[in-house]
């Protein structure tokens, strides 16, 4: 069995894997559809998720069982999580003094990792998150450019060197009599990292350790151990089938199971269309919304317009939107020039309590006459923009209530 790691590297939009080897460690990393092309169909590979592909948290769980620990994660992560709970997958990990251990992972990253190994033939055993292998004890171990700190109970994660300080801070704020084993790949690298900690954590740090190039030794003992699998759940069980005897009811069974799923058909087809005209009528309502009342920001559809409708109608206020539309549709039905003076448009604005009217008409004193029409019947008006064309006369009233 192939044993790997691999991280998803968000600038090139893709997964890289790194191969293990046992004597020389991790090889170089390299495009995982390239590495997967060269393998043979089937092979079985065990995964280790690069630390900077997931989070771990350590949390404590009171009354809740292992049994139901699964379902109680998402709500205890809630606000501990960027997205929604339910964009990642959450996987119960190890427990340490009455803590438990939950390892949150994007859903499509790693939908995007088991689509690639399928599309080459590969058979995902085992993804172990990488973090887990160094925390049977307290660990800092130098991994990848940063710091791997494992501390049962409290921490699990990659650190880089820039972000070290601010999070041994966080974390060994109000701590005591804490023991720590620095891993490091040379004697400088854990030199400086205990000058660090004596200098600035001695309260909380009881005795620090390091070992030098014992990172590989230390991953060769755990890999073979008992770890946590992200993919649980994700993964079901083979099902089998016996033979039998056909039976006489299976071809009424088949003919059932037809007409049900012509009907579920047809229901998701209804569905569909009911929601595509729903969404239509939506934009539509929008859209006539914004050009009756431009500028105005819209929150609740139906609630806005039915103030709208109801604006006005209280206490014979004629200012409102829906008096001035009823005594402008007044005035153009009792208009002698309806068939030549065309309504086009019209907008109403809150602040002004006007409405601007686009028409259309033969003639500049049609225009006129409907203007004075309007004034006839008790409202204000006037003729805001006119101009010839080749199809008669384009024209904007603005009409309002007489003070």
């Known amino acids: 069995m192939i044993t790997a790691r691999v991280e998803w590297q968000a600038l090139s939009g893709q997964w890289f894997i790194s191969p293990w080897q046992p004597e020389q460690g991790f090889a170089a990393a390299q495009p995982l559809t390239q590495w997967a092309a060269e393998q043979p169909d089937l092979s079985t590979v065990r995964l280790l998720l690069s630390a900077q592909n997931y989070s771990a948290h350590w949390i404590a769980m009171p009354g809740v069982s292992k049994r139901h620990l699964a379902k109680a994660l998402p709500f205890a992560l809630e606000e501990q999580l960027i997205n929604d709970p339910e964009s990642y997958l959450i996987v119960p990990g190890r427990a340490h003094d009455k803590r438990q251990c939950a390892y949150a992972v994007q859903q499509q990253q790693l939908d995007d990792l088991i689509e690639a190994c399928q599309l080459h033939h590969l058979r995902?055993?085992?993804?172990?998150?990488?973090?887990?292998?160094?925390?049977?004890?307290?660990?800092?171990?130098?991994?990848?450019?940063?710091?791997?700190?494992?501390?049962?109970?409290?921490?699990?994660?990659?650190?880089?060197?820039?972000?070290?300080?601010?999070?041994?801070?966080?974390?060994?704020?109000?701590?005591e009599g804490v023991s720590l084993t620095i891993l490091a790949d040379t004697m400088d690298q854990a030199q400086l990292l205990q000058t660090t900690l004596e200098s600035g954590y001695g309260d909380a740090l009881e005795q620090i350790e390091r070992r030098i190039a014992a990172t590989e030794a230390l991953l060769r003992s755990q890999l073979d151990s008992k770890h946590t699998n992200l993919l649980a759940g994700l993964t079901g069980a083979v099902a089998t089938t016996e033979k039998r005897p056909p039976a006489w009811w299976r071809p009424l069974a088949g003919l059932a199971a037809s007409l049900l799923v012509i009907t579920v058909a047809t229901l998701m087809i209804e569905n569909h269309q009911l929601a595509q005209r729903e969404q239509l009528v939506r934009k539509e309502a929008n859209d006539l919304y914004r050009s009756l009342f431009p500028g105005e920001r819209i929150r609740s559809l139906e609630r806005q317009f039915r103030e709208k409708l109801r604006g006005g109608s209280d206490g014979g206020s004629s200012e409102g939107f829906v008096p001035l539309v009823h005594q402008v549709a007044q005035v153009y039905a009792q208009n002698g020039d309806n068939k030549a003076l065309e309504l086009q448009s019209l907008r109403f604005s809150e602040r002004d309590h006007q409405l601007t009217l686009e028409v259309t008409a033969a003639e500049l004193g049609q225009l006129q006459r409907f203007r004075q029409a309007l004034e006839q019947a008790g409202l204000q008006a006037e003729v805001a923009n006119a101009s010839n064309d080749a199809k008669g006369v384009k024209g904007r009233l603005k009409v309002g209530a007489r003070a």
């Open 124 to 175: 995902i055993s085992e993804l172990i998150p990488e973090t887990e292998l160094f925390c049977e004890q307290h660990h800092l171990v130098r991994w990848h450019n940063g710091w791997l700190w494992g501390w049962p109970g409290h921490f699990e994660g990659w650190v880089s060197d820039m972000a070290l300080n601010a999070v041994l801070e966080y974390q060994l704020d109000g701590q």
